[in-house]
């Protein structure tokens, strides 16, 4: 979990795990030993929460069964060996949420960039472009609903021709997120793509609703960004003894 030290961020990841439970704040201020009122002002950002409050809430927040669903898809980005990632837009750069185990063995700056660090003018000139593509075509802010992309990147000493399919997802907190597969071509199959000014494919439901050539041939999509997706519910529970929870 995030080192938070501002008090807006602890109150929010409290707030939507309410919503997520359906839950009223004295039913959380019961788990927290904490009265009502606290949580009320905690929400709000009215309250920085003592270093002793902070470790209950990091257990609380930081139980499997509490965790949001984004960070369980994240963490299984990052242990799968088939070629995956999530990324997001911040601050003006394309900045790496996970990159999967399949990822990171290409080697080179795959296998050494952190999360929050910026992918522009790290993995190579074909992949700044593509994502400045996307970005123009609205799929870092979820006003596409996907897209299919070919790229390249030379890495670890090996050249390599991926198609990457992209959907955007939110988190928890309602900020986009793009998650992408990518499965390995050949060097004629990436060339004819090319060639053929079919570089980026906007998809919805897996059919193509217009080719993007970066030359501006592309038909408008007439279907509505996408929502935030619904999360199910989770049965609320508290930490186990030992984990950090003060009762």
Same mark, same amino acid.
Not at 79 to 97: N, P, T
Not at 180 to 196: N, V
């Given at each position: 979990?995030?080192?938070?030290?501002?008090?807006?961020?602890?109150?929010?990841?409290?707030?939507k795990?309410?919503?997520?439970?359906?839950l009223?704040?004295? +039913?959380?201020?019961?788990? !927290?030993?904490l009265?009502?009122?606290?949580? *009320?002002?905690?929400?709000?950002?009215?309250?920085?929460?003592?270093?002793?409050?902070? +470790?209950? !809430?990091?257990?609380?927040?930081?139980?499997?069964?509490?965790?949001?669903?984004?960070?369980?898809?994240?963490?299984?980005?990052?242990?799968?060996?088939?070629i995956?990632s999530?990324?997001?837009?911040?601050a003006?750069?394309?900045?790496?949420?996970?990159?999967?185990?399949?990822?990171r063995?290409?080697?080179?700056?795959?296998? %050494?960039?952190?999360?929050?660090?910026?992918?522009?003018?790290?993995?190579?000139?074909?992949?700044?472009?593509?994502?400045?593509?996307?970005?123009?075509?609205?799929?870092?802010?979820?006003?596409?609903?996907s897209?299919?992309?070919?790229?390249?990147?030379?890495?670890?000493?090996?050249?390599?021709? !991926?198609?990457?399919?992209?959907?955007?997802?939110?988190?928890?907190?309602? +900020?986009?997120?793009?998650?992408?597969?990518?499965?390995?071509?050949?060097?004629?199959e990436y060339?004819?793509?090319?060639?053929?000014? *079919?570089?980026?494919l906007?998809?919805?439901?897996?059919?193509?609703?217009?080719?993007?050539?970066?030359?501006?041939?592309?038909?408008?999509? %007439? +279907?509505?960004?996408?929502?935030?997706?619904?999360?199910?519910?989770?049965e609320?529970?508290a930490?186990?003894?030992? *984990?950090?929870?003060?009762?």
């Amino acid at each position: 979990m995030t080192e938070w030290t501002d008090a807006t961020h602890w109150g929010l990841a409290l707030k939507k795990l309410r919503q997520r439970q359906n839950l009223k704040q004295e +039913a959380v201020a019961a788990l !927290l030993g904490l009265s009502q009122a606290y949580i *009320s002002r905690l929400e709000q950002g009215g309250l920085q929460p003592t270093p002793e409050v902070v +470790a209950r !809430l990091r257990a609380l927040l930081e139980e499997p069964a509490n965790r949001p669903i984004f960070d369980d898809w994240r963490n299984g980005v990052a242990v799968s060996e088939q070629i995956s990632s999530l990324i997001h837009l911040r601050a003006g750069a394309v900045r790496l949420v996970e990159f999967s185990n399949g990822f990171r063995a290409f080697g080179g700056a795959f296998a %050494t960039i952190k999360t929050g660090m910026p992918l522009n003018g790290a993995i190579g000139e074909d992949a700044d472009h593509q994502f400045d593509r996307l970005e123009q075509l609205g799929l870092f802010d979820g006003a596409v609903a996907s897209a299919e992309s070919i790229w390249s990147t030379s890495q670890g000493g090996v050249e390599r021709f !991926l198609r990457s399919r992209s959907v955007p997802v939110r988190d928890d907190f309602g +900020a986009w997120h793009v998650f992408s597969t990518h499965r390995l071509i050949d060097q004629d199959e990436y060339r004819a793509r090319r060639q053929a000014g *079919s570089e980026v494919l906007l998809l919805r439901t897996g059919e193509i609703e217009f080719h993007d050539d970066g030359r501006g041939a592309q038909r408008p999509l %007439t +279907a509505p960004p996408p929502t935030a997706p619904m999360l199910p519910a989770r049965e609320l529970r508290a930490p186990e003894p030992g *984990s950090g929870f003060m009762p």
